[in-house]
């Protein structure tokens, strides 16, 4: 079919902006796929591999040990298990966690290797194994005992291997987990003792209560407020988000320029539509046609780009899944994502297209055929300035811009566009430091926390003393977990300052900006709070909002604490101290090291210097692409004034200063309104994907990354220059005598 | 002879903002089969829109024009593109070729889309394009872009081959080589040919004269001197 012949000739005559709208569209289809489909991949395998291997709903430390546990059971149809650990160097600094090995609840899988044999065999988790390099069969000492690694393993309750359930920043280097047999924990004079629940029933409340009748409840965390079991929901969501916002930002850009490219390529082609009306061609069959580039765009676009995004799917899960200690069982395709990452461009483009061709096809045949009347509109912005006063090159410009509105408006957005995805690495990256250099080393002064297992009367050696527990807030109908320190009013361990900068004493009532944020709280507002352990309630009114964006917390003064709570006077469940206290093991719940959180850091750090790489390496090649587009339309467009203006004497450089050169304002303009777009997005964003946690994501932006991004935008534009350089060097000095004369 | 066109009393007024124009004011006209009918005019006289609402491609605010005895201006939208598929063949001043495809398919686009087509090598060889098949527009001199465009009108073999300037661009040797061949073709497959031209010699090769001045017929003439377009004197 000519017809057909036609449209791919005419896509390989414009292959340099046909391709990179093609190629916007392969990076929609991959970012889409990938990601959505990395993120129902990862839920498909956190569900399965929580439900077979029955991970726990909570659990709790008591004060004496439970005798007898089926009673439980068949009173509340609990399933519970009992549960060791230790904690035991590894080397100095590194704190391997021993686990038992369980049978009803939180069950190990081998990802690799033997499962335990005997006494001296032990199953590592992988990122532990691989941050030391420890391979399946080797012996490694522990406890001046030697023990056989038979394999590698992933538990249910530490899929993100954290010391702390509380904590956020794992730490592989100095701190990992690894089961053994039950018999070599109940030997280990360090262990705790704890207990795993499974409820099948609403009865939560109830048996905390009968716990808490012939007992002590010492420390009770449901799964949602187990970081080492909810983390990983809270970045699938965020991948999920940025597999669906990205791809879409993408998408409706390269649908503005498909649409751009295509409404020049009908004007060039006015008079053989005409002519093919002439011919006795349909109107259906003309529109077809046209149809047919988006189509061809759209379709091969998304196959390359899904089928992209495929591949790009392992190795995205397994860094994934290997960053949390997930085993990936399955991978499938997910059909539903994968009809929607080849349809969705199609979906996008076929009615905004055909309304484009549509307007064309409105145009009466004869006047298609003479080409379309030829409009230099004056419009009445145009009418409104006073540009007689200007010099004739600024006049030039002036109108050029004004009679270009709409393309000037899409360079600006282009760039906007650029500057978001630029801004979005660096923003991470700087909030991320902010978090932890700045606001965790200004808020925690102190090295160690130890937590002990049961409330203390008399004083430490050294150190703070302060206590702290579990509660619950009714938010919107659900429960949102909070966590209430009692301090004493002269803590120095750790430092508050309200928004101001202005230090806060522990004689008031103070919230984090992280819970304040979360649940909107003001100063004045009193809260309803419930003890988890013990369901004593109480109302406290919030006095002060701190700077501090480290878990949900409130701080109120450990006299009152304990006196709301029914607790001892001057009892104290934890001390805060710059030196190693020689406690008993057994008498603590954890100790935590603020070095280890920056070390952690750190360690997160690193592979984010590269994931911001990246996402600048495809922020700049979308610039180059719209701006390269928009310029290389811009040259064609004005091809028979370039010539003429190339007649008259005007060397290139002039040239390219008048008809082009002005853009960079737009880019300017673009990278200066992205910037609080960026800040309002991103902090949008990561308020979604932190709801489910205890963390709340402080977005700062340093003049470095702005200069850098600025930079990188500024590159772009000047390598979209150089690409079109070329057809601004081709346009022949007789167009504008041939075109005069036709 | 009986007449395939046969207009009557047709109307066609143009606005554009505050200023009207009537480009045709009560023209009727009949063309017979097999006959070259050449309408001559100086610009803005009205031929270019009457030879567009007989090919279809422009409407008529009153009037008939009926060809073939079936008024036009009451075809619905099917009909209309069956009529332009089927009966007229449209040859333009500037060829209006699709430049990205070659001699051949150019002629195939119209080929493709009409319910009897004559072979395409043969109407190639017939306008003299023999060995050029494969040439893209620009790889050809005005007048052998003009003979395709010729080519591709006929090659449906329209029962009205409506001819806007076909000489326009073109200089005198090789105008006279497309009248030539608008000529043969004429006889040939007994096309009947409708001419319109500011360029009084073409008149000499035609059947009937039909002159035109400011949307209505000025004479309408049967030529008794017809001469080849071989002979036309420019």
């Known amino acids: ?447 160690y926390n130890y937590i002990y297992s049961s409330l203390q009367t008399t004083l430490p050696d050294s150190g703070q003393i302060g206590s702290s527990a579990p509660f619950t807030i009714n938010y919107k109908n659900e429960k949102q977990s909070l966590t209430i320190n009692g301090l004493e009013p002269n803590n120095t361990a750790i430092q508050l300052q309200d928004i101001d900068g202005e230090r806060l004493k522990y004689d008031s009532v103070i919230i984090n900006k992280s819970l304040a944020d979360k649940i909107g709280l003001q100063k004045g507002d009193t809260i309803h709070v419930t003890n988890q352990l013990s369901n004593t309630t109480f109302d406290i009114t919030i006095d002060h909002i701190a700077n501090s964006y480290l878990g949900d917390m409130i701080y109120m003064p450990l006299n009152q604490f304990n006196q709301l709570n029914g607790y001892p006077s001057g009892s104290y469940n934890q001390v805060f101290t710059n030196k190693e206290l020689d406690i008993s093991k057994e008498n603590l719940v954890s100790v935590t090291k603020s070095s280890d959180t920056v070390d952690g850091f750190k360690q997160m750090i690193k592979p984010l210097n590269y994931g911001i790489a990246g996402i600048a390496l495809v922020a700049a090649i979308i610039s180059v692409i719209i701006i390269y587009i928009l310029i290389s339309l811009l040259i064609e467009e004005n091809s028979f004034k370039i010539s003429l203006m190339k007649v008259i004497g005007y060397n290139r450089g002039s040239i390219r200063k008048m008809m082009i050169g002005y853009n960079i304002w737009f880019i300017i303009i673009g990278f200066l309104i992205g910037i609080p777009i960026t800040t309002l997005s991103i902090s949008a964003f990561m308020n979604s994907i932190t709801a489910e946690m205890n963390v709340s994501f402080p977005v700062k932006i340093d003049w470095f990354s702005i200069i850098i991004s600025f930079s990188i935008l500024i590159l772009s534009y000047y390598i979209s220059l150089w690409l079109n350089n070329k057809k601004l060097k081709s346009i022949p000095m007789t167009e504008a005598i041939n075109r005069s004369t036709e | 002879m009986s007449s395939i066109v046969k207009i009557e009393a047709i109307n066609k007024s143009y606005q554009s903002g505050n200023s009207f124009f009537q480009a045709l004011s009560n023209v009727s006209l009949q063309v017979e089969k097999g006959e070259i009918v050449v309408v001559l005019g100086p610009s803005g006289s009205g031929k270019s829109t009457m030879l567009n609402a007989i090919g279809a491609i422009d409407e008529v605010d009153s009037g008939k024009i009926c060809i073939d005895q079936q008024d036009i201006t009451q075809f619905n939208n099917h009909q209309l593109v069956n009529y332009r598929r089927e009966e007229i063949g449209f040859v333009f001043q500037m060829y209006n070729l699709i430049p990205n495809l070659t001699v051949y398919e150019n002629i195939e686009l119209t080929a493709n889309i009409c319910s009897n087509p004559l072979p395409i090598q043969e109407v190639i060889d017939a306008v003299g394009l023999n060995g050029m098949e494969d040439r893209f527009p620009r790889e050809l001199s005005g007048g052998q872009q003009q003979r395709v465009s010729i080519a591709r009108a006929v090659v449906k073999t329209p029962k009205l081959l409506l001819c806007d300037e076909p000489t326009g661009a073109l200089d005198s040797n090789t105008s006279k080589e497309i009248l030539n061949l608008i000529e043969k073709i004429n006889k040939e497959y007994n096309t009947t040919v409708l001419i319109i031209t500011h360029n009084q010699a073409i008149s000499e090769m035609a059947n009937r004269v039909v002159t035109l001045k400011d949307g209505k017929i000025e004479s309408d003439v049967v030529n008794e001197h017809i001469k080849s377009a071989e002979g036309i004197e420019w």
């Open chain 1, 1 to 447: 079919m000519p017809l057909r012949k036609k449209l791919i000739r005419t896509i390989l005559e414009k292959k340099a902006q046909f391709l990179s709208a093609w190629l916007l569209i392969v990076m929609s289809s991959i970012v889409f796929y990938s990601f959505t489909s990395a993120g129902a991949n990862l839920i498909d395998n956190l569900d399965y591999f929580n439900k077979t291997n029955r991970v726990e709903d909570a659990h709790f430390i008591v004060e004496k040990p439970l005798a007898d546990l089926s009673q439980f059971e068949e009173r509340f149809q609990v399933k519970i298990e009992k549960r060791y650990r230790a904690d035991v160097s590894f080397s100095t600094d590194t704190t391997l966690r021993l686990l038992d090995e369980t049978g009803k609840i939180n069950l190990s899988s081998v990802v690799k290797g033997e499962a335990l044999d005997s006494e001296e065999d032990i199953l590592i988790d992988q990122g532990f194994a691989k941050a030391h390099e420890l391979s399946i069969g080797e012996d490694i000492q522990l406890n001046d005992k030697t023990y056989h690694v038979t394999g590698f393993m992933a538990i249910p309750d530490y899929i993100y291997p954290l010391k702390e359930e509380s904590g956020f920043l794992k730490n592989p280097d100095a701190f990992g987990v690894a089961v053994v047999k039950e018999s070599e924990l109940e030997n280990l004079k360090e262990n705790l003792v704890y207990y795993s629940v499974r409820f099948s029933e609403n009865n939560r409340g109830q048996f905390k209560a009968f716990l808490n009748q012939n007992n002590q409840l010492i420390n009770w965390t449901d799964k949602k407020d187990n970081n080492r079991i909810s983390f990983i929901r809270g970045d699938i969501e965020g991948i999920k988000k940025m597999g669906e916002f990205l791809p879409i930002a993408i998408l409706f850009i390269s649908i503005a320029i498909i649409l751009i490219l295509l409404w020049r390529l009908m004007k060039k082609e006015y008079s053989q539509i005409g002519t093919l009306y002439a011919l006795g061609y349909k109107k259906s069959e003309i529109i077809r046609h046209y149809l047919s580039y988006a189509s061809i765009l759209a379709i091969s676009g998304s196959v390359v780009g899904t089928f992209l995004g495929w591949l790009f799917l392992h190795p995205l899960l397994s860094a994934f899944a290997s960053y949390y200690n997930l085993p990936v069982l399955v991978v499938e395709p997910h059909i539903v994502l994968l009809i929607v990452s080849l349809m969705l461009p199609l979906v996008f483009f076929i009615p905004l297209t055909y309304y484009l061709v549509m307007r064309v096809l409105r145009i009466t045949p004869v006047s298609l055929i003479k080409g379309g009347e030829l409009k230099v509109k004056v419009n009445r912005l145009e009418r409104l300035l006073k540009l007689d006063k200007l010099t004739f090159k600024r006049k030039f410009v002036i109108r050029e811009i004004i009679r270009n509105l709409p393309r000037a408006l899409f360079l600006t957005i282009g760039a906007i566009f650029a500057t978001v995805l630029l801004l979005f690495g660096f923003i991470s990256k700087n909030s991320m430091e902010y978090l932890v250099t700045d606001n965790f080393n200004s808020v925690y002064h102190y090295e």
